[in-house]
């Protein structure tokens, strides 16, 4: 084999090489542009809500109409409005966080850290608070009452849309 031949069989290796890269990156940029199609047209359900963040509170019939209950181990207040829908109320104020309590006798939500009065809906009576109580989305499936605790919803009032009742 001359110098010349050997020349040329270097370089058709070389291109043969190069032809093999180039359908390698052919391959890889498909895959690439398929699965970013994939996920653009079927993006992940990202509302779907885990199991375990699901707390069951109970049966629906184990609480009366206008009626509230803490689950303060839960961290929320469960209130069944006077209409029967419910809604649960962050224990956790809106001012810095403290931990309110239900003061009975005033009918109000109070904050012990500084003085924040809360109505049964969670509406600010008096300041500091910035805005109402924090709820949490409640689901009712088989008749139990469900409440996501790992998802707080900031409110800027009460309205009977945020209640949620049986089917
Ligand atoms: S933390 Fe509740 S009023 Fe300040």
Redesign the pocket.
Known sequence: MNKTSQKQESITTRRDFIKTLWKIAGIAAIFEFTYVGFSIFNPRKKTQISETSLFNAGNIDSFKNGTLTQFRANKFFLYRHADGGFIAFSVK??????S?NWVAERNQFI??????HFDIMGNVLS???PRPLDSFPVIISNNNILINTAKSVKRSKFSTNQLTYAQ
């Open positions: 104020c809106t001012h810095l966080g403290c309110i904050c012990p850290c500084h003085s924040s300041s500091p608070a």
